[in-house]
């Protein structure tokens, strides 16, 4: 207790009732409230992170339709997809696996 009394009295000439107000509000909108700052960064770091993953699937997305669109065009491109992805294979046809 008499430490805190040592304390209060060296920081006694600095309390003002406007500076702890001021201190108080800092520390409630920085850390404590709803919309605090910390909370406001962590949020900002989650979006950017959603964004990223959202570009990723575009991407992902527009592949894929340039994929479909090459299937749907050409009947060779789709055999060929059978025939490598799915194995299939013609009436009267072996198929031979040449792993590497």
Request: avoid cysteine; proline fraction near 2%; glycine fraction near 2%.
């Amino acid at each position: 207790m008499e430490a805190l009394k040592q304390l209060y009295e060296k920081i006694k000439p600095y309390l003002n009732k406007y500076i702890i107000v001021i201190l108080i509000m800092v520390v409630w909108i920085g850390f404590v409230d709803e919309n605090s700052v910390a909370k406001r960064l962590k949020l900002e770091r989650e979006i950017s992170r959603l964004r990223k993953e959202i570009r990723h699937y575009e991407a992902l997305r527009d592949q894929s339709a340039t994929r479909l669109e090459s299937l749907k065009a050409g009947k060779e491109e789709l055999e060929r997809v059978a025939r490598e992805d799915y194995l299939m294979k013609k009436p009267n046809e072996d198929i031979f696996l040449v792993e590497e």
